[in-house]
């Protein structure tokens, strides 16, 4: 009974879309996945800006990045050892229920009066403000990559070209909707009310997060394995490989380099090495937008309510035009042009608001920059980008993009940050010139990276061999 209605309801929403239907239940169930996660990310995101400001300070963003390095590092070392452990599906199970579990932990420390934000000190001594900033750290560095990493695992490079662009538009949508209800509840909201309505949406998102769960269940219970494959060389390389490990006689050094065997992977091949480039020339460049936009906010609302709303209000709008993007640029470009041609949209586009933020570099032009360039990320480069990790090995697919996406992307916005905090003496005008000037050159490099990467990726697919794996004769 379940099973039909779940199908009928795919076929309905999904038939307008030209997905086959023998895929459209995963399809949609993997969409509505997303779409509860981003839709928590979407309350968190915000309410991790604002309270951290008005608890700790917003000057002390950049310290907070770079110590969040030293966070996340044993959480790597631990998700490593969890994929020898647990099947894919698992992996984000876990994910969705530790950071669920977390959220309902720091929404009773949020309501306490003296630890809360109900005490309106601001200072580096609030542990609350830091445990805030730092566990949504760790759920930013993974939501998006326990996602992916399971979607490209079970999917090949032609579902990725057809059906990666509904996985985001379901994102986007569930965004638009908490981000929206977000911003008209803090709206106007009187400074008294904050220490109630605000630790009400952190709770909010772990039940986003138990939703999610429920979900994925429905997935792993109702779409049959068959579908599940992924790329086909991926999938029967891998059946080998866990025969191989069974056979494996047990050894402690080998124990030991498991958990690194991700880094270790990422430093020694060039086209993991080039993925990490992209995360690193795309964060670096955020986070100088981000914390120039976040200064002019911060001075410009005096709570944590109204900076919350402020944020909110922006990630309406960064998701509205991520969601245009998506239904009517990302898959339309990927059918059109390819995955090859595709990747290099991002970069060319980003030079062009760089561009133009130099030539008018107003208050209202970063905003927009950072908007459009936040939006041309999740809705067009991610997927595009995720496309890259399809015809890799399982030891690429999940430990090394751990180190690529999670550590890398946090590693890169430390970058960003120690730029922005050695620069923080200098007349402001020179402070924004210099790190967009930077941020130019970044996507300049960008370009030449791709290239690598989108010749290797064509030559993998046409000769239906696997990156990260040698050869089993």
Not at 44 to 55: G, Q, T
């Amino acid at each position: 009974m379940g099973t039909v209605m779940l199908n009928k309801l795919a076929e309905k929403m999904l038939s307008l879309w030209n997905v086959k239907k023998e895929f459209r239940l995963k399809v949609f169930l993997l969409s509505l996945t997303f779409l509860f996660m981003s839709a928590c990310q979407a309350i968190w995101r915000p309410l991790r800006n604002a309270i951290f400001a008005k608890m700790v300070g917003a000057e002390f963003v950049p310290d907070a990045k770079i110590y969040s390095l030293l966070f996340l590092i044993p959480l790597i070392l631990i998700y490593s050892k969890l994929v020898d452990w647990l099947r894919r599906h698992q992996l984000l199970y876990v994910f969705l229920l530790l950071h669920a579990i977390g959220g309902i932990i720091l929404y009773f420390f949020l309501i306490n009066p003296v630890y809360g934000l109900a005490n309106t000190e601001i200072g580096t001594n609030r542990i609350v403000g830091w445990a805030i900033y730092f566990f949504q750290e760790s759920f930013a560095a993974f939501m998006s990559m326990s996602f992916w990493s399971f979607a490209d695992s079970i999917n090949n490079p032609s579902d990725a070209k057809n059906y990666y662009g509904l996985f985001v538009a379901g994102s986007k949508i569930g965004s638009i909707i908490t981000a929206g209800t977000l911003y008209l509840a803090t709206s106007g909201m009187a400074v008294t009310q904050d220490q109630i309505i605000l630790p009400k949406f952190l709770l909010a998102g772990s039940l986003l997060l138990g939703c999610a769960f429920i979900t994925l269940y429905f997935l792993m219970k109702y779409v049959p394995g068959y579908y599940m494959h992924g790329y086909e060389a991926v999938y029967k390389v891998e059946k080998a490989r866990e025969k191989e490990e069974e056979k494996e006689k047990f050894s402690f050094i080998n124990m030991l380099k498991k958990p690194f065997e991700g880094l270790i992977v990422m430093i020694k091949n060039p086209y993991v090495l080039g993925i990490f480039g992209l995360v690193l020339f795309y964060e670096v460049t955020i986070v100088i937008f981000d914390y120039v936009v976040l200064l002019a906010a911060d001075a410009s609302h005096s709570s944590a309510g109204s900076l919350t709303a402020f944020y909110a209000g922006y990630y309406v709008s960064m998701n509205l035009v991520g969601l245009v993007i998506t239904l009517f640029g990302t898959t339309p470009f990927l059918r059109v042009f390819g995955i090859n041609k595709a990747l290099y949209i991002f970069p060319i586009i980003s030079i062009a608001i760089i561009t133009l933020t130099i030539i008018h570099p107003s208050a209202s032009m970063l905003l927009i920059a950072l908007v459009l360039l936040r939006a041309l990320n999740y809705a067009l480069n991610h997927p595009t980008r995720e496309i890259l990790y399809i015809p890799t090995t399982k030891a690429i697919k999940f430990k090394a993009k751990a180190w690529t996406d999670a550590f890398g992307g946090r590693i890169s916005k430390g970058a960003g940050s120690v730029l922005n905090i050695s620069m923080k003496k200098l007349v402001p005008i020179t402070f924004l010139y210099a790190n967009l000037f930077i941020s130019l050159g970044l996507m300049g490099l960008w370009l030449v990276v791709v290239s690598f990467l989108s010749k290797k990726l064509k030559k993998v697919i046409a000769d239906e061999t696997i990156i990260g794996e040698k050869p089993i004769i």
